[in-house]
Protein backbone atom coordinates (compact mmCIF):
# COMPACT_ATOMS: atom_id res chain seq x y z
CA UNK A 1 0.00 0.00 0.00
CA UNK A 2 2.61 3.02 -1.24
CA UNK A 3 -0.06 5.66 -1.32
CA UNK A 4 2.18 8.33 -2.57
CA UNK A 5 6.23 8.14 -3.25
CA UNK A 6 8.61 10.64 -3.59
CA UNK A 7 11.91 10.55 -4.72
CA UNK A 8 14.77 11.55 -3.68
CA UNK A 9 14.21 12.11 -0.36
CA UNK A 10 17.45 13.83 0.20
CA UNK A 11 19.57 16.15 -2.11
CA UNK A 12 22.38 18.44 -2.66
CA UNK A 13 22.70 21.11 -5.48
CA UNK A 14 24.58 23.72 -6.22
CA UNK A 15 23.29 27.37 -7.79
CA UNK A 16 21.98 26.93 -11.19
CA UNK A 17 21.71 23.22 -11.52
CA UNK A 18 18.50 21.33 -12.70
CA UNK A 19 16.89 18.86 -11.53
CA UNK A 20 13.74 16.81 -10.92
CA UNK A 21 11.79 15.49 -8.26
CA UNK A 22 9.85 12.94 -8.69
CA UNK A 23 6.50 12.01 -7.61
CA UNK A 24 4.48 9.02 -8.43
CA UNK A 25 0.86 7.30 -6.56
CA UNK A 26 -1.10 4.76 -7.05
CA UNK A 27 -4.58 5.53 -5.96
CA UNK A 28 -5.58 6.28 -9.10
CA UNK A 29 -6.34 10.04 -7.73
CA UNK A 30 -7.21 12.49 -10.73
CA UNK A 31 -5.46 15.94 -8.61
CA UNK A 32 -2.10 15.84 -7.68
CA UNK A 33 -0.42 18.77 -5.97
CA UNK A 34 3.39 19.78 -5.12
CA UNK A 35 3.88 22.23 -1.89
CA UNK A 36 6.97 23.78 -0.36
CA UNK A 37 7.41 23.71 2.83
CA UNK A 38 9.63 26.25 4.91
CA UNK A 39 9.97 27.47 8.68
CA UNK A 40 6.80 29.03 10.22
CA UNK A 41 5.34 29.38 6.87
CA UNK A 42 2.94 26.10 6.58
CA UNK A 43 2.99 25.05 2.90
CA UNK A 44 3.09 26.80 0.44
CA UNK A 45 1.23 25.30 -3.07
CA UNK A 46 3.73 25.62 -5.95
CA UNK A 47 1.87 24.06 -9.04
CA UNK A 48 -1.08 21.34 -9.03
CA UNK A 49 -2.99 19.12 -11.55
CA UNK A 50 -6.77 17.94 -12.26
CA UNK A 51 -5.89 14.80 -14.61
CA UNK A 52 -3.20 14.33 -17.15
CA UNK A 53 -2.22 17.05 -19.90
CA UNK A 54 -3.68 19.57 -17.57
CA UNK A 55 -1.74 21.74 -14.73
CA UNK A 56 -2.02 24.99 -13.13
CA UNK A 57 0.32 27.92 -11.24
CA UNK A 58 -0.26 28.08 -7.34
CA UNK A 59 0.88 30.82 -4.88
CA UNK A 60 4.68 30.30 -5.40
CA UNK A 61 4.92 29.01 -9.33
CA UNK A 62 8.16 30.98 -10.09
CA UNK A 63 11.26 28.93 -10.87
CA UNK A 64 9.17 25.68 -11.57
CA UNK A 65 7.60 23.57 -14.07
CA UNK A 66 5.95 20.74 -13.99
CA UNK A 67 3.81 18.22 -16.47
CA UNK A 68 1.74 15.26 -16.27
CA UNK A 69 1.49 12.80 -19.05
CA UNK A 70 0.62 10.11 -16.56
CA UNK A 71 -2.34 9.71 -14.01
CA UNK A 72 0.30 8.11 -11.93
CA UNK A 73 3.08 10.45 -12.55
CA UNK A 74 3.52 14.20 -11.86
CA UNK A 75 7.55 15.35 -11.70
CA UNK A 76 8.65 18.73 -10.64
CA UNK A 77 11.25 20.28 -12.16
CA UNK A 78 13.98 22.84 -11.23
CA UNK A 79 15.35 24.41 -14.24
CA UNK A 80 18.48 26.47 -12.72
CA UNK A 81 18.43 26.15 -8.73
CA UNK A 82 18.81 28.95 -6.74
CA UNK A 83 19.00 29.39 -2.77
CA UNK A 84 15.90 30.40 -1.71
CA UNK A 85 14.59 27.27 -3.60
CA UNK A 86 16.17 25.51 -0.33
CA UNK A 87 13.31 23.83 1.35
CA UNK A 88 11.34 20.73 1.93
CA UNK A 89 9.01 19.58 -0.91
CA UNK A 90 5.72 17.83 -0.69
CA UNK A 91 3.90 16.21 -3.27
CA UNK A 92 -0.15 15.26 -2.53
CA UNK A 93 -2.83 13.66 -4.32
CA UNK A 94 -6.60 13.28 -4.16
CA UNK A 95 -9.79 12.44 -5.13
CA UNK A 96 -11.13 15.86 -5.79
CA UNK A 97 -9.89 18.76 -6.34
CA UNK A 98 -7.07 20.30 -3.85
CA UNK A 99 -9.81 23.38 -3.11
CA UNK A 100 -12.93 21.13 -2.40
CA UNK A 101 -13.19 19.14 0.54
CA UNK A 102 -10.98 16.21 -0.41
CA UNK A 103 -8.54 15.39 1.81
CA UNK A 104 -5.32 15.39 0.29
CA UNK A 105 -2.62 12.35 0.62
CA UNK A 106 0.50 13.24 1.48
CA UNK A 107 4.47 11.68 0.48
CA UNK A 108 6.91 11.75 3.02
CA UNK A 109 8.96 14.59 1.32
CA UNK A 110 12.24 15.74 -0.60
CA UNK A 111 14.50 17.74 1.73
CA UNK A 112 16.80 20.08 -0.77
CA UNK A 113 19.53 21.87 -0.27
CA UNK A 114 20.95 24.48 -2.74
CA UNK A 115 24.50 25.81 -2.36
CA UNK B 1 -8.35 38.27 2.10
CA UNK B 2 -8.63 34.62 3.28
CA UNK B 3 -6.18 33.48 6.20
CA UNK B 4 -5.92 30.89 8.17
CA UNK B 5 -3.67 31.97 12.18
CA UNK B 6 -2.92 29.43 14.45
CA UNK B 7 -2.29 31.56 17.55
CA UNK B 8 0.28 29.15 19.10
CA UNK B 9 3.59 28.26 17.22
CA UNK B 10 4.57 25.55 20.20
CA UNK B 11 2.54 23.76 22.94
CA UNK B 12 3.95 21.86 25.55
CA UNK B 13 1.66 19.62 27.56
CA UNK B 14 2.28 16.78 30.17
CA UNK B 15 1.30 13.49 29.23
CA UNK B 16 -2.42 12.61 29.91
CA UNK B 17 -3.54 16.47 30.43
CA UNK B 18 -5.84 17.93 28.04
CA UNK B 19 -4.66 19.08 24.61
CA UNK B 20 -6.20 22.88 22.69
CA UNK B 21 -4.90 23.59 19.68
CA UNK B 22 -6.15 26.96 18.17
CA UNK B 23 -6.95 27.95 14.39
CA UNK B 24 -9.00 31.03 13.48
CA UNK B 25 -9.89 31.46 10.57
CA UNK B 26 -11.04 34.18 7.70
CA UNK B 27 -13.11 33.27 4.64
CA UNK B 28 -15.54 34.63 2.17
CA UNK B 29 -17.23 31.44 1.57
CA UNK B 30 -18.29 28.16 3.57
CA UNK B 31 -14.86 26.79 3.73
CA UNK B 32 -14.04 23.35 4.41
CA UNK B 33 -11.37 22.95 6.92
CA UNK B 34 -9.01 20.33 8.24
CA UNK B 35 -6.33 19.34 10.79
CA UNK B 36 -3.43 17.73 9.81
CA UNK B 37 -0.86 16.38 12.13
CA UNK B 38 3.18 15.82 10.55
CA UNK B 39 5.70 13.62 12.61
CA UNK B 40 9.22 14.58 12.10
CA UNK B 41 10.63 13.58 8.58
CA UNK B 42 7.18 12.42 7.20
CA UNK B 43 4.31 13.61 5.19
CA UNK B 44 0.90 15.68 6.44
CA UNK B 45 -1.77 12.60 7.72
CA UNK B 46 -5.40 13.76 7.69
CA UNK B 47 -6.60 13.86 11.65
CA UNK B 48 -10.15 15.19 10.91
CA UNK B 49 -12.04 17.39 8.45
CA UNK B 50 -15.82 19.71 8.76
CA UNK B 51 -18.10 20.00 5.72
CA UNK B 52 -20.58 22.02 6.83
CA UNK B 53 -22.37 18.80 8.47
CA UNK B 54 -21.84 18.33 12.31
CA UNK B 55 -19.93 21.38 14.10
CA UNK B 56 -18.55 19.03 15.99
CA UNK B 57 -15.73 16.95 14.09
CA UNK B 58 -14.12 13.62 15.13
CA UNK B 59 -11.00 12.39 14.35
CA UNK B 60 -8.39 9.64 14.43
CA UNK B 61 -5.98 8.75 17.67
CA UNK B 62 -9.52 10.56 19.80
CA UNK B 63 -8.59 14.56 18.79
CA UNK B 64 -11.67 16.00 17.25
CA UNK B 65 -12.46 19.69 16.51
CA UNK B 66 -15.17 21.76 17.03
CA UNK B 67 -16.60 24.75 13.79
CA UNK B 68 -17.65 27.74 15.49
CA UNK B 69 -18.88 29.82 12.55
CA UNK B 70 -19.68 33.24 14.95
CA UNK B 71 -15.79 32.91 16.29
CA UNK B 72 -14.19 31.65 13.17
CA UNK B 73 -12.88 29.36 14.80
CA UNK B 74 -11.68 25.17 14.30
CA UNK B 75 -9.45 24.78 17.79
CA UNK B 76 -8.10 21.41 17.84
CA UNK B 77 -8.66 19.05 21.24
CA UNK B 78 -7.91 16.08 22.74
CA UNK B 79 -8.90 15.39 26.41
CA UNK B 80 -5.63 13.19 27.41
CA UNK B 81 -2.10 13.81 25.77
CA UNK B 82 -0.09 10.64 24.74
CA UNK B 83 3.60 10.92 24.11
CA UNK B 84 3.30 9.57 20.81
CA UNK B 85 1.43 12.76 20.01
CA UNK B 86 4.59 15.23 19.71
CA UNK B 87 4.06 16.52 16.30
CA UNK B 88 3.24 19.47 14.37
CA UNK B 89 -0.10 20.21 13.56
CA UNK B 90 -1.45 22.49 10.90
CA UNK B 91 -4.84 24.09 10.11
CA UNK B 92 -6.17 24.08 6.12
CA UNK B 93 -8.47 26.21 4.86
CA UNK B 94 -10.21 25.09 1.34
CA UNK B 95 -12.72 27.23 -0.64
CA UNK B 96 -13.86 25.82 -3.54
CA UNK B 97 -15.80 28.58 -4.84
CA UNK B 98 -12.52 30.75 -4.48
CA UNK B 99 -10.19 28.61 -5.74
CA UNK B 100 -8.06 28.59 -2.32
CA UNK B 101 -6.08 26.40 -0.23
CA UNK B 102 -4.61 28.14 2.60
CA UNK B 103 -2.52 26.14 5.50
CA UNK B 104 -1.82 27.78 8.76
CA UNK B 105 1.91 28.03 10.09
CA UNK B 106 1.96 25.28 12.26
CA UNK B 107 1.92 24.51 16.00
CA UNK B 108 4.44 22.50 17.32
CA UNK B 109 3.27 20.57 20.56
CA UNK B 110 5.30 18.70 22.63
CA UNK B 111 4.76 16.30 25.47
CA UNK B 112 6.67 15.84 28.40
CA UNK B 113 6.54 12.42 30.41
Known sequence: ????????????????????????????????????????????????????????????????NVSRSTTEDFPLRLLSAAPSQTSVYFCASSQGSIFSNQPQHFGDGTRLSIL | AQSVTQLDSHV?????????????????????????????????????????????????????????????SFHLTKPSAHMSDAAEYFCVVSEIEGGKLIFGQGTELSVKP
Not at chain 1, 28 to 40: A, I, K, L, T, V
Not at chain 1, 48 to 57: E, H, L, W
Not at chain 2, 51 to 67: D, P, R
Open chain 1, 1 to 64: NAGVTQTPKFQVLKTGQSMTLQCAQDMNHEYMSWYRQDPGMGLRLIHYSVGAGITDQGEVPNGY
Open chain 2, 12 to 72: SVSEGTPVLLRCNYSSSYSPSLFWYVQHPNKGLQLLLKYTSAATLVKGINGFEAEFKKSET
